[in-house]
Structures are given as structure tokens and as C-alpha cells.
T-cell receptor, first 113, second 111 residues
Framework: GESVGLHLPTLSVQEGDNSIINCAYS??????FIWYKQESGKGPQFIID?????DKRQGQRVTVLLNKTVKHLSLQIAATQPGDSAVYFC????????????FGTGTRLQVFP | DAGITQSPRHKVTETGTPVTLRCHQT?????MYWYRQDPGHGLRLIHY???????DKGEVSDGYSVSRSKTEDFLLTLESATSSQTSVYFC??????????FGQGTRLTVV
């Protein structure tokens, strides 16, 4: 069935280092992927997305990599800052057949000085 | 927050009572979603809507019903609340093939 999972429930990094958050998905028909950031007491916020016809996409300090061969997605955050501390979720969608957005359990990123 | 409002933001209710949560959008987006978020489970899809009066079940739909009589409102109803439905509920909206935007959440406690 459809599922999205994350390898690491908690990631601790030092301020200024790069962070890498990983995600595995099981549905090979998924063709749209999104990373969300959720701070305590708030709803998830969009960070970056990628479609299945791409293998890399860059934003401001963030890069998403997609490896369809092994059904793996990663979020890279450059020069991690204290404000990056949050829970990060990957989500997958199957378009246009099915617009259900399915989330993984999340990874908590902790940034220490 | 992308024109999406959830109400109420907090609610405490007794077991066995009906509860309705409201999601209101001003973006005219086609898709609307209800999720629940529990520790260790991330965000789980309850129901979603792909148009007025068009809804479908998600992963954890048992005990919940939804209605969408107009584009801007998506209602989630717990017909008879149970303690297992204590959770934080998030509504999200999306256009075709683009990212979803989330509301601030509703914290529901069933006692």
C-alpha cells in the first residue's frame, strides 16, 4: 500500500553544519513530493517540492534530492540555523489519479550551538 | 496563512457527544483535507474533498464524516466522540497538482 517513512526520528546538528533528512516512500506511482516544516504549536509549512521528472531541486538554503530507483527522498539544509529546529515531514502525492497527500511520521531536527 | 481558518481552535467535549470542526478557505482551492496528528503517527489523512459534494476516505476515516456543500467550507463531524479521537486536527487546502497549505490546527480533547 501507500506509505511514506523516515529513517531517523531525531537529528541533532551543530549550528552552521549541513543537515540531511531522509525519507523512503513505497509507492512507485507517486509523482509529486513535498517537504514540510512544522514548528511547535503550528501547522506544517511548505518548504520545497519536487516532481518525479526531476532528481534535484534547490531553494534558498534547501535542496531536495529524489532517487526514484530506490524510492528515496532527502532534504538538505545548508548552514543549519537555530530557527531550523522543527519537525520535518515528507509527503507524497499521486497525480492526477489521486490527490491524497500522504505523510510520513516526521523527523525532529535539533540545532545546538 | 494562505487564507485558511479552522474553528474552533480548542475544544473539550464529553465522550458520546457529537462534534463538528470547521475549515474555511478564501482561496477558492479545489482540494480540501482533514488530518489528525498524534505523537508517533505524524499526519494521517481522515477524509478529503476534490470538489463540492465530492469527498473520499483517507487512512483513518472510521468514526468521522465530512461534508462540503460549498467550495469554501469543509466540515469534519465526529458523530459520537471517543477518547481515541483526542488529537490535533489540521485542515489543508490545495489547488491541482500543487502544494497544500495548512491551517493552525484544532486541539480536541474528549473526556
Amino acid at each position: 500500500g501507500e506509505s511514506v517513512g523516515l529513517h531517523l526520528p531525531t537529528l541533532s546538528v551543530q549550528e552552521g553544519d549541513n543537515s540531511i533528512i531522509n525519507c523512503a516512500y513505497s509507492n512507485s506511482a507517486s509523482d509529486y513530493f513535498i517537504w514540510y516544516k512544522q514548528e511547535s504549536g503550528k501547522g506544517p509549512q511548505f518548504i520545497i517540492d519536487i516532481r518525479s521528472n526531476m532528481d534535484k531541486r534547490q531553494g534558498q538554503r534547501v535542496t531536495v534530492l529524489l532517487n526514484k530507483t530506490v524510492k528515496h527522498l532527502s532534504l538538505q539544509i545548508a548552514a543549519t540555523q537555530p530557527g531550523d529546529s522543527a519537525v520535518y515531514f515528507c509527503a507524497e502525492n499521486i497525480l492526477p489519479k489521486d490527490d491524497k497527500l500522504i505523510f510520513g511520521t516526521g523527523t525532529r531536527l535539533q540545532v545546538f550551538p | 496563512d494562505a487564507g485558511i481558518t479552522q474553528s474552533p481552535r480548542h475544544k473539550v467535549t464529553e465522550t458520546g457527544t457529537p462534534v463538528t470542526l470547521r475549515c474555511h478557505q478564501t482561496e477558492n482551492h479545489r482540494y480540501m483535507y482533514w488530518y489528525r496528528q498524534d505523537p508517533g503517527h505524524g499526519l494521517r489523512l481522515i477524509h478529503y474533498s476534490y470538489g463540492v459534494k465530492d469527498t473520499d476516505k483517507g487512512e483513518v476515516s472510521d468514526g468521522y464524516s465530512v461534508s462540503r456543500s460549498k467550495t469554501e467550507d469543509f466540515l469534519l463531524t465526529l458523530e459520537s466522540a471517543t477518547s481515541s479521537q483526542t488529537s490535533v486536527y489540521f485542515c489543508a487546502i490545495a489547488g491541482q497538482g500543487v502544494e497544500a497549505f495548512f491551517g493552525q490546527g484544532t486541539r480536541l480533547t474528549v473526556v
